[in-house]
């Protein structure tokens, strides 16, 4: 984008404009890029490897946000981080819906679309923890449980810089976005652009190259704390079933936390997990006092402009080769007790 361009886009009412560099990608990997970027609190990456032996299309890093939207305890938050690195509250909520706090937010921004084929561009980036389904089926779901982690309910970063790896065509592009409102404003952005082309440049630290084993402090054997006893937890699945008979719900999921001590660096937990599980849906998030790390296999749910995608694993088998096949095995999920639950 040019800088005319840019400038015209004020005109058309955005307050909020990407402006990218691209590079070629060849020489770096996702985590290299990472490690370069955005190390540190309030970053993320999101990776992908298809079919558990080639890596997905896109990989996106997510530098460190200044921005973000934060529920807790009854509280929906409008937080900056300053220069400083303390946190000033430009906005809050008590006892709002956390959900519409940030459907509101997004209404107040007026972003002009990156390229097609970026596929991603930042935005709101995060979670919504367990207990926001609140906020969902609030007349089923009065009242709130224990705080047992001290975490917020929901936490999305305003990512409004980031680094979108092509691997398919081996191009890296460096998006920052910038407000065409503002005096001096694309001047900025590709100062900015320049600085993180540096980054890259430079060569990461040696400690960064080990391993992570190596990078792991020694640690015997640790006992696995559970939110579970034994007992508790056949008594909460006996529970469960007298509510499905009772026509109460249909199907239910326990789960039980355990947790353990860990004191290696967390970046060292994801590295160990995508090298273990190399799946299609990883993620690295350093919300700065936490940090939530997984590998999934299937895809919750995607809205890419009008189209939705719905992909469960659970109730579904691979088609058959013939339509034999197929008959049989929809016969097969018919007759499961547990999919017929």
Request: net charge neutral; charged share 25%.
């Amino acid at each position: 984008m040019t800088e005319p361009d840019f400038l015209k886009l004020a005109s058309q009412g955005f307050t909020r404009a990407p402006v990218i560099a691209e590079a070629r990608a060849d020489l770096y990997t996702p985590l290299a890029v990472y490690l370069k970027l955005a190390h540190g609190p309030h970053s993320y990456l999101l990776e992908s490897v298809v079919g558990g032996e080639r890596f997905g299309r896109y990989s996106f890093i997510g530098l460190a946000c200044a921005e973000r939207l934060e529920a807790r305890n009854g509280v929906v938050r409008r937080l900056l981080r300053d220069a400083r690195g303390s946190d000033v509250c430009l906005e809050r909520a008590e006892g709002a819906d956390p959900f519409e706090f940030a459907r509101a937010w997004l209404k107040r921004q007026q972003v002009a679309p990156v390229p097609a084929e970026l596929r991603f561009g930042g935005g709101l980036v995060g979670y919504f923890g367990y207990e926001t389904v609140r906020h969902v089926e609030p007349r089923a779901l009065q009242g709130s449980k224990p705080d047992a982690l001290g975490t917020p309910d929901m936490l999305l970063l305003v990512s409004d810089e980031l680094a979108v790896v092509d691997n398919l065509r081996g191009k890296l592009y460096l998006v920052v976005y910038a407000d065409p409102r503002e005096p001096g404003a694309y001047r900025a952005a590709r100062d900015r652009l320049e600085q993180l082309r540096a980054r890259l440049a430079a060569p990461l630290p040696e400690a960064m190259l080990l391993a992570p084993a190596a990078q792991a402090p020694a640690m015997g054997p640790a006992p696995v704390t559970r939110s579970f006893t034994e007992e508790q937890f056949l008594g909460a699945v006996r529970r469960a079933k007298e509510y499905v008979h009772a026509g109460d719900c249909m199907q239910v999921q326990i789960s039980q936390r355990s947790s353990r001590p860990f004191a290696a660096p967390p970046l060292e937990l994801y590295r160990a997990l995508r090298g273990l599980n190399p799946s299609p849906y990883m993620f690295y998030f350093d919300f700065g006092d936490h940090h939530v790390i997984g590998a999934s296999p299937e895809i919750m749910v995607r809205l890419a402009g009008e189209t939705i995608t719905l992909r469960p694993i659970a109730g579904t088998r691979p088609r058959g080769a013939t339509p034999e096949d197929d008959a049989r095995i929809a016969d097969e999920l018919l007759a499961d007790p547990k999919e017929r639950a």
